[in-house]
């Protein structure tokens, strides 16, 4: 699943390729992707000009002239191509947006769970998802202040918590991973059994884990490409993910897998230890 980094890599990949495009007409493969019928979706996108892609959490916002904005969630296994008219349209393609310069933005998807709602610029914040989403995990909008306040009062354990996009916006399986594994802390400790030093080093990791990301152009696991088709770098920098039975890179213990709230989880059982609680 595309977490920020790679969201935010295939921002700036469509940012290179199609921003200032202007759309010709749109050819709507698989309807229940879009929130409106399609004849109006292909009515309203009809001449519009791309004026800029924005991004929060793992959200795309295309904006386009007209005071619209297409918000569009990659889900499981998004993802965006541009190809010249004309060229074969692949099966899992299913929302061809046809440039006036000849080219197609594609927009393709093998498990077809993303979706793409076309609302006023300005409403975007009120689609599903986006209402309640957490603060981007930035130097600016990640406080201390903040950590400090929603861990205080939280019972649940890190791992799931960090998973929730209302808590913090951004983070997935992998760099939650990663970043607990950073921080020295057990995927199963109780939030608000972390402490204040701890919470700040959970926060500098988060902050800086997803910094290193984006600058590696996010981490290719199944199917995930950057919006030039090119693979991302970063999973070779992973040092928890994805490594089970391998040593860990700061002690040498087994990596070990579980299973926590339904999802696969890495860390070190020696450098990650459960703290003042009872197993
Ligand atoms: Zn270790």
Redesign the pocket.
Known sequence: MPELPEVETVRRGLTQLVEGSTIKTVDVLYAKMINLPPDDFKEALRGKRIEKIDRRGKYLFIRLSGHLTIVSHLRMEGKYDVEPEGSPIDKHTHIIFHLTDGRQLRYNDTRKFGRMNLVDTGAEMQVAGLKTIGPEPTEKDLTVEYMKRIFAKSRKVIKPFLLDQSNIAGLGNIYADEVLWLSKINPKQPVNTISLAKIKVLRKNIIDELARAIAGHGTTVHSYSTAYGEAGQFQNHLNVYGREGEP??????KIVKIKLAQRGTHF?P???RLRGVKK
């Open positions: 860990c890179p700061r002690c040498g213990t070190c020696k450098c990650q």
